[in-house]
Each structure stands twice: as C-alpha cells, then as structure tokens.
C-alpha cells in the first residue's frame, strides 16, 4: 500500500545550519508530494509541493525535489533560522480517493 | 474571521460526558475533513465530507458522530470516549478532492478524556 517514511525526531541544529530532513514513499504510479509545516499551537500549513517527477517546490528557502526513482521528496534549507523551529510533515495523495497519506512527523528544534 | 476556525481550543471531558468540536470555513471550499493528531503517529483522517456528503469514513468508533449541515460548517459529536481518545483534533477544508489541492488546517482542538 502507499506509505510516507521520515527521519526520526527531534532534530536539533544551531541557527545558519544547513538543514535535511530525508522522506522517502511508497506508492504505485504518480502521487503528488507534499510538505507541510506545524508551528507551536497552529494547524498543518502548507509549505510546498511537486506533482510530477523531477519538480522542484519551493517555499521560504525550503526546496524539495521530487525524486522518482529514489521515490524521496527530501527537505533542505541552505541556513535555518529560530523561526523555522516547528515539526514538519511528508505526506502523498493517490488513488482515487484523493486521501493525504502522512508521514509520523520531525520535529526541527534550532537553537540560536 | 479568515481560513479555518475550530472551538473550543481545549476541551477536558469525562468518559460519560457529551460534547460537541465545530469547524468553520471561510475559503468557500467543497470538502472538509476530520483529523486526528496523537504524539509521534502520522496523522489519521477520520471522516471527509464533499459537497456535505460523507464520501470516508476510515473505521471510526461510533463514538464519533461527525456532522455537515453545510459545505461552510463541519461539527464532531463526542460521547462515552476512552482515555485513549485524546488527542489533537484537526479540521481541514479543500477547494475539491483533487491529488493537487491544498488542505488548509485550523488550530484544533485538544481534547483530554478523564
């Protein structure tokens, strides 16, 4: 079945660090990819997205790339700030039910 | 009032009580969903709702009565919960059920059963 796999929180980095939380899915075919971002006490935000192999999205310095055939959709950010301290979300849709299908969630702890 | 408002913030009720979640939209969105956020899980959707008719229902306890009067409002009725039912309650709209859309989340609300 279709599954999202994320490196294992927290994760904790001084600020202007480069920064790489790795997801990795299963899915058959062509699912959309997506990263969401949970700040202290808010919703899930959407932060950015790829809907076909080989697309970059981009969003506040973060940049994911979609990987087919690694079937990864790999976070980075080139310096992070204190501001970026949230828990962060891979998650796909697929199939006909258009249902996100989440990963567990990494926690980003920066410390100034 | 703009996106995605849930009420209460916080909610403590015992295993006999009766309470109710509400959601409500201001995008003008078709779909809506019920999610539920436990610590170190991915999170699990419970129900979606599209053009306020229950399209999912993920094997949720009877316990859970979700309820759409309209596409703008989404409620979560709670009765004889468990301990293990707290947990953050997220709700979610869409524009529609397509794999590109953005789901737009309120706060939730956290719920700690006694």
């Known amino acids: 079945g279709n599954s999202v796999t994320q490196m294992e929180g927290p994760v904790t980095l001084s600020e202007e660090a480069f920064l790489t939380i790795n997801c990795t899915y299963t899915?058959?075919?062509?699912?959309?990819l997506f990263w969401y971002v949970q700040y202290p006490g808010e919703g899930l935000q959407l932060l950015l997205k790829?809907?076909?192999a080989d697309d970059k999205g981009s969003n506040k310095g973060f940049e994911a790339t979609y990987r087919k055939e690694t079937t990864s959709f790999h976070l980075e950010k080139g310096s992070v700030q204190v501001s970026d301290s949230a828990v962060y979300f891979c998650?796909?849709?697929?199939?006909?039910?258009?249902?996100?299908?989440w990963g567990a969630g990494t926690k980003l702890i920066i410390k100034p | 009032e703009t996106g995605v408002t849930q009420t209460p913030r916080h909610l403590v009720m015992g295993m006999t009580n009766k309470k109710s979640l509400k959601c409500e939209q201001h995008l003008g969105h078709n779909a809506m969903y019920w999610y539920k956020q436990s610590a170190k899980k991915p999170l699990e959707l419970m129900f979606v709702y599209n053009f306020k008719e229950q399209t999912e229902n993920n094997s949720v306890p009877s316990r859970f009565s979700p309820e759409c009067p309209n596409s703008s409002h989404l409620f979560l009725h709670l009765h004889t919960l468990q301990p293990e039912d707290s947990a953050l309650y997220l709700c979610?709209?869409?524009?529609?059920?397509?794999?590109?859309?953005?789901?737009?989340f309120g706060p939730g609300t956290r719920l700690t059963v006694t």
């Open positions: 790829a809907t076909k």
């Open positions: 998650a796909l849709t697929r199939g006909s039910n258009y249902q996100l299908i």
């Open positions: 899915a058959t075919g062509y699912p959309s």
């Open positions: 979610a709209s869409s524009q529609d059920r397509k794999l590109t859309d953005e789901q737009y």
